[in-house]
């Protein structure tokens, strides 16, 4: 479980997230609501570890140990996956050999006795992944996202999931950059990732991805806080009526 306790977060001098506590449990699905600078994504790059935010009080654990003291790849070893809402490009890296580096080093944190696949046998085992997402194998000889359209870039993080397989999901905004029929694909995608081994946690202002992946709990944050939580019923009537005065 990840469980945020009261953390007061700043960029500099101004003050952004403001005493936000809540948890977020294997098994169940969220979803974090707000309007456009209600720093929603402002929390999941908190809890990624990125440089610009300082944690200035509060606590944030993750399976009991302090999420806080952790660099952002330790973060990711402990089981956390950000879907980013705008996907970078890097030029100079091969797709596969990112691709592999990335499951090598989570089998191996999993598994000691783990061993290394080559690029070869990398090839080999992720053909089916491949096949599965509708990714041409030809992609692994590109570089990084570089030109990648959208939904090709979103299929590629799916990939990196069920590759590395994160025990906290969490995607920021998914539909940025995405027309209708790549999202809808994209959606059916993650909505396949759902189990009761990990949680999704989804953070919008929209919520066409609700009629994809069911969520447990909803948080609606305003201004730096979490100012109202329910079930999912609360995200149908927000759906309906607009947030009005939260």
Not at 26 to 51: D, E, F, I, R
Not at 168 to 184: H, M, P, Q, T, V
Not at 224 to 231: I, L
Request: proline share 3%; hydrophobic share 40%; glycine share 8%.
């Amino acid at each position: 479980m990840i469980q945020i306790k009261n953390i007061e977060v700043s960029a500099g001098d101004v003050e952004i997230l403001k005493g936000v506590s809540l948890d977020f449990e294997p098994g169940k699905n969220y979803c974090l609501l707000g309007k456009n600078g209600s720093w929603k994504s402002t929390l999941s790059s908190v809890l990624m570890g990125h440089p610009k935010y300082e944690v200035r009080s509060g606590d944030i654990t993750i399976e009991g140990e302090d999420l806080l003291e952790m660099e952002p790849d330790e973060r990711s070893a402990a089981g956390i996956f950000l879907s980013f809402q705008n996907i970078p490009e890097i030029k100079g890296v091969k797709l596969s050999e990112y691709l592999r580096t990335i499951f090598n080093i989570s089998s191996k944190n999993n598994n000691d006795d783990f061993t290394e696949l080559s690029p070869f046998m990398f090839k080999r085992f992720v053909k089916s992944h491949l096949a599965e997402l509708q990714i041409d194998e030809a992609f692994l000889e590109r570089d990084l996202n570089v030109g990648f359209s959208g939904g090709e870039k979103r299929k590629i993080e799916i990939l990196q999931m069920k590759l590395i397989g994160p025990k906290y999901i969490i995607l920021d905004e998914i539909d940025s950059g995405l027309d209708l029929d790549a999202f809808k694909t994209v959606a059916t995608m993650l909505q396949s990732l759902s189990s009761p081994e990990n949680s999704i946690i989804i953070i919008t202002h929209y919520f066409t991805i609700l009629e994809y992946i069911d969520v447990d709990k909803v948080f609606v944050m305003k201004a730096g806080k979490v100012v109202k939580e329910g079930w999912k019923e609360l995200a149908k009537q927000i759906s309906q009526e607009g947030f009005g005065e939260l």
